[in-house]
C-alpha cells in the first residue's frame, strides 16, 4: 500500500509547488509521498480520509472507450482524468521544441519517448491539487511502465482493461471526427500492431500482479459504465 510517511498537508504542498529550483530535493520529497511497498498491495479505497495517492491506469486499444468512460468516472468519483494521447497533442500545439518529434511518432502510431510522457503526466499531477487520477493510455509500453515506477516511484492501485475486438475498434476510430492525424486506416491499423506487441505485455505483467479489472468493451456507453461503476463502488470506502 501507499507507505504512510506523508501527511495530507505535505501532499498537497507538493503537489501545489510549481517546478522547483532545486529539482533533486523536490523529487526526493515527491518520492517520499509516492513510495510504495510493493509487498503489502493496497487494500485502502480512495475516499480514505488521509487522501493517499491513488492511481488507476485505464488501457486498451485504440477506440476501445478510454477517454468516453474516463468521462463519465470522473462525473461520479472525482478523479482527475489524464489522457497521455491528449498531453501529447497538447505538447504539439503548444510549439514545444519536442513538437515535431511528438507529432511524427503518433502519426506513425508509435510510442513517443518513456521519459518526456512521463513528465508530462508528472507535471500534470503535481498541478492538479488532487490526489486520485485516471492515467489513461498509459503505460503503453513496459518501457513506459518501468520509467514511470522509475521516475514517480508508483504504481498504480489497480489497472481498467477495455477488452474490445480489432473490428469494433477500427470502426470507431475511423468515425471518431475529432480531425486526429492518426485515426485513418493506415495509422490505425499499425496501432492495432503496437497495442499488441508493447501494451498487452503491460496488461500481462499487471494481471499477474491481479491488480487488473477487464471490462467487456462491447455494449452502449452506459452499459459498459454500469461495469465500471461496479469497481469504482468497491473501491469506494
Ligand atoms: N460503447 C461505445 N459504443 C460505440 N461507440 C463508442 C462507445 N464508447 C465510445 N464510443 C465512440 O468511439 C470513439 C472512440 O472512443 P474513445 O473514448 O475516444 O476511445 P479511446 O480513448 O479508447 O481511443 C469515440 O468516437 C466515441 O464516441
Ligand atoms: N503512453 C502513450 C500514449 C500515447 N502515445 C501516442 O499518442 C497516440 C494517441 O494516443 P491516445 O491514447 O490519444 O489514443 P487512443 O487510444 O485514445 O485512440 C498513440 O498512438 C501514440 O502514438 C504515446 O506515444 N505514448
Ligand atoms: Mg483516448
Redesign the pocket.
Known amino acids: 500500500m501507499w507507505r504512510r510517511v506523508a501527511s495530507h498537508s505535505s501532499l498537497f504542498s507538493a503537489f501545489k509547488s510549481s517546478v522547483p529550483k532545486n529539482q533533486a530535493a523536490y523529487r526526493f520529497k515527491f518520492l517520499e509521498v509516492f513510495s510504495t511497498e510493493i509487498e503489502t498491495p493496497a487494500k485502502e479505497g480512495f475516499s480514505s480520509r488521509e487522501r493517499v495517492p491513488f492511481i488507476t491506469f485505464v488501457l ?1 486499444g ?7 468512460q474516463c468521462a463519465k468516472i470522473v462525473e461520479s468519483f472525482g478523479f482527475t482524468h489524464l489522457s497521455a494521447g491528449d498531453l501529447l497533442r497538447k505538447e504539439i500545439s503548444s510549439n514545444s521544441d519536442k513538437g515535431a518529434m511528438i507529432l511524427d511518432t503518433i502519426k506513425e502510431g508509435k510510442i513517443v519517448p518513456s521519459e518526456v510522457t512521463v513528465n508530462l503526466i508528472q507535471r500534470a499531477i503535481e498541478s492538479s491539487g488532487n490526489y486520485k487520477f485516471l492515467i489513461d493510455g498509459f503505460p503503453r509500453s513496459e518501457e513506459n511502465r518501468i520509467a514511470f515506477e522509475r521516475i514517480m516511484g508508483a504504481e498504480p492501485n489497480f489497472v481498467l482493461f ?1 477488452d474490445c475486438p480489432e473490428d469494433e475498434m477500427v470502426k ?2 475511423l ?2 471526427n475529432q480531425g486526429r492525424v492518426d485515426d485513418n486506416i493506415d495509422t490505425i491499423k499499425k496501432r492495432l500492431k503496437v497495442f499488441v506487441a508493447l501494451n498487452l505485455p503491460v496488461i500481462n505483467y499487471y494481471s499477474e500482479k491481479g491488480k487488473v479489472h477487464k471490462i467487456n468493451a462491447v ?3 452506459d452499459e ?1 459504465f454500469e461495469q465500471v461503476l461496479r469497481i469504482f463502488s468497491a473501491y469506494e470506502s
Open positions: 486498451g485504440p477506440g476501445s472507450g478510454k477517454g468516453t477495455f470507431r476510430v468515425s471518431r455494449g452502449t456507453e459498459i
